[in-house]
Nanobody, 124 residues
Framework: QVQLVESGGGLVQAGGSLRVSCAAS????????MGWFRQAPGKEREFVAV????????YYTYSVKGRFTISRDNAKNTVYLQMNSLKPEDTAVYYC?????????????????WGKGAPVTVSS
């Protein structure tokens, strides 16, 4: 059983930066594809970014390309999401998730473990 704990959320002004982290325990971190998802108030959860097990591949949803960067440190069992040039529409609870699969998937249904989320608020 894998436990995921997000940290680093908070309040930031538009145009600012924030980094959210997700620490994993209870499994072999390097064997999991790791993803970030978000859910804004009143909206469905959506895919944000994914990184493959050895960091060879990263994919992003169109709205964050060029602004967000996903990375991982397998020695520290941690995945990161660096968010730059933040916009009010980025306001959401950000969730990390782990997948047993080998493919860097954007489908939330393919993920086996989820964190409880870190709230991010971007003020205008």
């Amino acid at each position: 059983q894998v436990q995921l704990v997000e940290s680093g959320g908070g309040l930031v002004q538009a145009g600012g930066s924030l980094r959210v982290s997700c620490a994993a325990s209870g499994g072999t971190f390097s064997m999991y594809v790791m993803g970030w998802f978000r859910q804004a108030p009143g909206k469905e959860r959506e895919f944000v970014a994914v990184i493959s097990r050895a960091s060879f591949n990263q994919y992003y949803t169109y709205s964050v390309k060029g602004r967000f960067t996903i990375s991982r440190d397998n020695a520290k069992n941690t995945v990161y999401l660096q968010m730059n040039s933040l916009k009010p529409e980025d306001t959401a609870v950000y969730y990390c998730a782990a997948s047993h699969g080998t493919i860097a998937t954007m489908n939330g249904g393919d993920y086996d473990y989820w964190g409880k989320g870190a709230p991010v608020t971007v003020s205008s």
